[in-house]
Nanobody, 118 residues
Framework: QVQLVESGGGLVQPGGSLRLSCAAS????????MSWYRQAPGTLRELVAT????????DYADSVKGRFTISRDNARNTVYLQMNSLKPEDTALYYC???????????WGQGTQVTVSS
């Protein structure tokens, strides 16, 4: 059974930090490109960050470049999103996404809420 379980969300003040984790199971994690998406109320889901299957390359939305860092530990089947200098506009439900390299086979997690507010 495929599972992507996000954790680490919460309420943080502007300028603060959070580290999201996504624990994967039920598939060959090291063969999957991993991404974080987010969706705020009334908006479309947007891609935040992506990391290749080996972790050798990453990509970020312009809105989070220099503030967020995606990483993965293939031994632990886990992907992370370190979020620094958080802004109120970062408030959203954050989703973990897995896509098998070279295919369209993909999975979603259930999401973890991040709220940035004073």
């Amino acid at each position: 059974q495929v599972q992507l379980v996000e954790s680490g969300g919460g309420l943080v003040q502007p300028g603060g930090s959070l580290r999201l984790s996504c624990a994967a199971s039920g598939f060959s994690f090291s063969n999957y490109v991993m991404s974080w998406y987010r969706q705020a109320p009334g908006t479309l889901r947007e891609l935040v960050a992506t990391i290749t299957s080996t972790g050798g390359s990453t990509d970020y939305a312009d809105s989070v470049k220099g503030r967020f860092t995606i990483s993965r530990d293939n031994a632990r089947n886990t992907v992370y999103l370190q979020m620094n200098s958080l802004k109120p506009e970062d408030t959203a439900l954050y989703y973990c996404h897995a896509r098998r390299v070279g295919t369209q086979r993909a999975y979603w997690g259930q999401g973890t809420q991040v709220t940035v507010s004073s």
